[in-house]
Nanobody
């Protein structure tokens, strides 16, 4: 499974960005895709995940500001996800990684597939 991310960049606080991630293929009928992030000197933090049954999970710090979505119909394999980030804050600055697996996990180390990462920088 190969994951290709796009959409990172620099924005001022209060602005918006959209990240996208596309997967090459999946060996499973049910799967999960999502985003984790890591700022220098910190641990990886959950941003948002989406399961093929439509279930979502958001990190506490982004809930209400970020939205994860997919063009795939609920109940089908997720082959791409978007992360719409609004009302961005300087503390959202991090490398954002797309993840995928046959189910969503609460620990980053449980994910088998990772993208290369895309940098998001929010200036005050």
């Amino acid at each position: 499974v190969e994951l290709a991310e796009s959409g990172g960049g620099s924005v001022q606080a209060g602005g918006s960005l959209t990240l996208t991630c596309e997967a090459s293929e999946y060996p499973w009928d049910h799967n999960c895709m999502g985003w984790w992030r890591q700022a220098p000197g910190t641990e990886r933090e959950l941003v948002a995940t989406l399961e093929s049954d439509g279930g979502t999970l958001y990190g506490t710090s982004v809930k209400g500001r970020f939205t994860i979505s997919s063009p795939s119909a609920a109940g089908t394999k997720i082959l791409a996800v978007s992360l719409r980030m609004e009302r961005l804050k300087p503390e959202d600055t991090a490398m954002y990684y797309c993840v995928a697996d046959n189910q969503c996990w609460t620990k980053s180390s449980s994910y088998d597939y990772w993208g290369q990462g895309t940098q998001v920088t929010v200036s005050a």
